[in-house]
């Protein structure tokens, strides 16, 4: 091809006559695709506390925490539920996978930048249980 | 006296042209974005017109980090001094008449000397402030000086020829009728390539290339210099338009003929924001088309190229006459 | 001298030059230095302008991978693995998917083949496009930077589209992959393609054509082949040198036997090549993906996953975007990894750039040494530091002020 | 395929050599590990190394020279003894292998005798305890590096 200079100045202009694609994003609200993966949540009326999720989890996010023993026919079950240090949460998505129950999913929140990071513990299983 | 110290320190003088910096550098800033999809600075004024003063002020106010093995007075009162070259330049430039605050018979070897001694400040800055990368820097910056610095004396010769004379202000009344640009328009290209090296911007921002050398000389800089240095490097900007402007575009006169001397004041400074703002709006353009070359390359085209055009229009121009 | 003693000996001096400098005229290059995205120094030793070595030091982005690798499960070690590099974040969780599944007799279904083939080459064009707005950066032409990374948006949401993340995408699971494809995808693809080939095309012809791209690129970087070759480098480096190497078509994997990629090469070697080769390749990528778009077949997306993998060791290898992605898997029959070995491009490149960098100058460095499009995230992988789950680094901005003060009243820098 | 490729080892002993899918390998002693890497980047052509892999495997510390021609990994594997873990460098006949060797060095603490970059450290920082077992070590704990660098 032939050697030219500045051959880039009428795509120049073009584009200054273009809407700029900068989002102004903390004044106007970021769309995000369908399928994002972002903050988990828990349906508490569904999780059994089977305890999966804290099995699969390659960040250690989920402990599962003893709330107390029930009686079940003539066996003693330890009630479980699961707590979220959603502050290591890499989003993989593993436990909604492997969730039998549904009671996982990830929603489309992003924005997890917090000053005190113990408020990204999401304990919302046990305190519907207890 | 008052009037003039006024006009020196006010208006038209250093606190004018400070002013328009800040402006050449939002322009400058906004160009670009606009080229590039993005919005630019945005929430300092309208239309993020104060953002470079935000800039400015912010960095003042940082802390001044000075290098163990720095000269430490070079390096903590050589900014201020190196603001002060182009300040004491742009007093020269006429800006609401036909003369500046300190026209005299021969400015324009006085400009010149103002033009070769910024560089030889921003290698004394850094030398003083130590380091390998502004030794590199000062390297580069000094063989790019001389190769640009004689293209830039023969293209300014130009206009010199035209009016026979050395004054600023006698070269702008010659311009009553037509400028220079017309007359030498090979010279003015000369002379907005000489004005990019004599910058440091693409594609001769060599000295200070951010991804070879950091920032070059004033990559041990912070706080208090380095906000200076930004505001001289804006004020560089600044003059060098408004000399293309004096020398080439007629200074301030416009195609007009206005008797009130206020209101023909108000005209000229009109025209010569103008026609300032018009010279660096290309010279924003330019460099934000190109890449950066290397330094074998710069002195080879400024060699090679710029200056035997140069001495062309020349002598087109002792022929023609 | 014979031309293979002047060859042994060239080598030797690189080598031996790895340890021996003289400080004198050394220039750093690094480790936090604005034409690196990644931490990495790298000593040049300069006389006047011109190189005479390079050194490489390594190490800063080390975060323990390998060692982590081998305290978690089959399952969990995708996520972690795909962890190493943000740009080839699939790459490297197929690479390791598929030495597993090369352990395990699983067969993966037709339909995921096919869509890990659109996955991977969505991220080639990603990737080539990111090196190529940066050659614009270490140029000093911002402009082009910025187009080509606003282009870059477009393959990016796609990737959001399919699989619900830009950057890492957890998509690859052994056996298959982990979601179907969106409905109405090939809307979206087709469009984003289309756009795509436009602005390819654009920018193919401002560097080939544009003097200052063409004075920084053209003919710098050159190595000899038969030097170069030693030093076993690989991907778009390796193309650029005349060698027809391409691990999508040498031992084919995805959906790579049916459709076909279509390797170019150069016999220039230097740095423009390797903008026409990447630039070819993402032409290539923008076919491939079409094609697979239109003819993907129905069915499944994914068989068993299986909780333990037989006995034996595992080797599999990839065609990052970067160059040949290795991975060494030795399983004992468990639920975890007993050894996993990562082989970035980046690694077996970088003996070859510091090569190539010899007798350039300074300014040449930027293109030239990240002319491989280097990853040094994805070098320096292992750690001793990250492993602890329970643990937390947390520092507050009142101690960080604090150990500020006192480090600059013990060093004394500031005071006047 | 494999009595041919045997027929290419002739000059040396105590060699296997099995295939499996598209991986040869090649089981040498580690006095021969020059010689096998001659014979197959002089003999074989094969000039392209993949990586070199060290794995601990308790008693001794196995590692496994990957080179890939055409459509095969060709696997030149030797164990060597963890008590004087001392091979020879193979940068002499592939010179791209000098990092990989390092590599090595640095996480298994493995002494390649050729190699120049055998006395600093590639990977590690330079403030890594001189006295304690390379991390990739079965016997490295990861505690005790951590607390001995001030990682707490």
């Given amino acids: 091809m032939r050697r030219r200079i500045a051959i880039a100045i009428p795509e120049m202009v073009k584009t200054v006559f273009k809407v700029a694609v900068t989002k102004s994003y903390p004044f106007r609200e970021l769309e995000v695709s369908e399928r994002f993966r972002g903050k988990l949540d828990i349906d508490p009326d569904k999780c059994t506390g089977c305890g999966v999720c804290a099995i699969v989890c390659p960040a250690s996010v989920i402990t599962m925490v003893e709330l107390g023993k029930r009686k079940i026919g003539d066996r003693e079950v330890t ?25 996982l999913r990830l929603t489309k929140e992003f924005e997890l930048a917090v000053p005190d990071k113990n408020s990204l513990i999401m304990r919302k299983a046990i305190e519907l249980a207890s | 006296m008052m009037t003039w110290i006024f006009q020196l320190l006010v208006f038209p003088g250093l606190t004018f042209f400070v002013w328009i910096a800040f402006a050449f550098e939002w322009l400058e800033r906004k160009t670009a974005a606009k080229i590039q999809s993005r919005v630019g600075p945005l929430t300092a004024g309208p239309k993020g017109l104060f953002q470079p003063v935000a800039d400015y002020f912010k960095l003042i106010f940082k802390e001044e980090i000075v290098p163990r093995y720095s000269d ?89 020829m035209l009016s026979r ?124 088309a190109l890449a950066r070359i290397k330094i074998e390359q710069a002195t080879s085209l400024l060699w090679t190229i710029t200056t035997p055009l140069s001495f062309l229009q020349l002598l087109i121009i002792i022929i023609l006459r | 001298m014979s031309r293979d003693d002047s060859l042994e000996k060239s080598l030797k001096e690189t080598t031996a030059g790895l340890i021996q400098y003289s400080p004198e005229g050394l220039v750093p290059f690094g480790p936090v230095h604005p034409a690196l995205k990644e931490p990495e120094y790298f000593k040049i030793i300069l006389e006047g302008e011109k190189i005479v070595q390079v050194i490489p030091r390594i190490g800063y982005a080390h975060r323990g991978i390998e060692r982590a690798v081998q305290e978690r499960t089959w399952i969990q070690a995708i996520y972690l693995v ?14 390791f998917v598929q030495t597993v599944e090369s352990l ?13 083939l659109i996955i991977a080459e969505l991220e080639r064009i990603h990737s080539h496009l990111l090196w190529l707005g940066l050659v614009g950066y270490w140029t000093g032409f911002d402009t082009l930077f910025m187009w080509i990374w606003r282009d870059r948006e477009r393959v990016l949401d796609l990737i959001e589209l399919i699989t619900g993340n830009r950057i890492h995408k957890s998509y690859a699971t052994i056996t298959g992959v982990r979601r179907d494809l969106p409905e109405n995808i090939e809307r979206h693809i087709q469009d984003a393609m289309r756009y795509l080939t436009e602005r390819v095309n654009f920018y193919k012809m401002v560097v080939n054509s544009e003097a200052t791209i063409l004075t920084r690129t053209k003919g710098i970087g050159w190595i000899s082949p038969d030097v170069a070759v030693k030093l076993c480098p690989v991907g778009p480096l390796l193309r650029c040198m005349g060698f027809k190497r391409d691990v999508r078509v040498d031992d084919p994997y995805a959906a790579y036997d049916e459709i076909v990629p279509d390797v170019k090469t150069s016999t220039d070697s230097d740095v423009l090549s390797l903008i026409n080769i990447r630039l070819a390749e993402v032409e290539d990528s923008i076919r491939m993906i079409l094609e697979a778009i239109t003819g993907i077949p129905t069915g499944p997306i994914k068989t068993t996953i299986p909780r333990t993998v037989p006995r034996g060791d595992g080797m599999g290898h990839v065609e990052a975007p970067r160059g040949e992605l290795f991975y060494f898997v030795r399983s004992e029959g468990g639920n975890r990894p007993v050894r996993v070995k990562i082989r970035t491009p980046t690694l077996a490149n970088i003996l070859t750039a510091t090569e190539m960098l010899k007798g350039h100058t300074l300014a040449d460095v930027p293109v030239v040494l990240t002319g491989m499009d280097p990853c040094f995230g994805c070098m320096d992988r292992l750690t001793v530091i990250d492993l602890d789950k329970g643990k937390e680094w947390q520092i507050t901005g009142e101690q960080l002020r604090k150990y500020g003060i006192e480090w600059y009243k013990r060093n004394g820098v500031g005071e006047k | 395929m494999t009595e041919s490729l045997l027929s290419k080892f002739d000059e040396l002993k105590n060699i296997k050599i099995s295939k499996e899918r598209n991986k040869i390998i090649i089981e040498a002693e580690p006095d021969d590990i020059v010689k096998t890497c001659r014979i197959i ?112």
């Fill in chain 2, 165 to 288: 004379s050395l004054s600023l202000s006698k070269i702008v009344e010659s311009q009553t009728n037509l400028w220079y640009v017309f007359y030498a328009p090979i010279s003015f290209a000369v002379f907005l390539i000489v004005s990019l090296a004599e910058l440091e911007k693409p594609p001769f921002d060599i000295p200070s290339a951010k991804t070879e050398i950091v920032a070059g000389w004033m990559t041990e800089f912070s706080g208090r210099a380095l906000a200076y240095i930004k505001l001289t490097k804006n004020l560089n900007y600044v003059f060098l338009s408004a000399l293309a402007t004096t020398l080439y575009l007629g200074g301030p006169l416009l195609p007009i003929n206005i008797q009130d001397d206020f209101i023909r004041s108000a005209v000229n400074l009109a025209g010569f924001l103008l026609k300032t703002f018009s010279v660096g709006f290309l010279i924003f353009v330019i460099k934000s």
């Fill in chain 4, 41 to 152: 980047t002089n003999k074989l052509g094969i000039h392209h190394l993949v990586t070199i892999t060290g794995v601990d495997e308790g008693e001794k510390i196995c590692i496994i020279y990957h080179f890939w021609s055409e459509k095969n990994f060709i696997n030149v594997l030797t164990k060597i003894e963890k008590t004087s873990p001392r091979i020879s460098s193979i940068t002499s006949i592939v010179p791209g292998a000098i990092f990989y060797e390092a590599e090595i060095h640095d996480m298994l603490g493995v002494f390649f005798e050729g190699n120049p970059m055998m006395n600093s450290h590639l990977l590690l920082p330079d403030t890594y305890p001189l006295d304690m077992p390379p991390p990739l070590r079965k016997e490295a704990n990861i505690e005790e590096i951590r607390r001995r660098m001030n990682l707490e």
């Fill in chain 1, 79 to 103: 009630i479980k539920r699961p707590v979220f240090n959603l502050y290591n949460c890499i989003s993989c998505g593993q436990c909604v996978d492997d969730c039998r129950f549904n009671a």
């Fill in chain 3, 82 to 95: 795909e962890r190493i590099c943000g740009i080839c974040s699939f790459s490297h969780s197929l690479a």
């Fill in chain 3, 104 to 116: 395990t007799e699983y067969e993966v279904p037709r339909r995921a083949r096919y869509i890990r």
């Fill in chain 2, 72 to 160: 430490k007075f070079v390096f903590l009162y050589g900014p201020p001094l190196y603001f002060s070259v182009p300040t004491i330049g742009a007093a020269f430039i006429p800006v609401l008449g036909m003369t500046g605050v300190l026209s005299h018979t021969y400015d324009l070897l006085f400009i010149l000397f103002i033009l070769a001694f910024s560089v030889l400040m921003a290698s004394i800055l850094g030398y003083a402030a130590g380091g390998r990368y502004a030794t590199i820097s000062i390297g580069r910056l000094v063989l790019q000086y001389t190769s640009y610095e004689v293209p830039l004396i023969l293209s300014i010769l130009a206009p010199v």
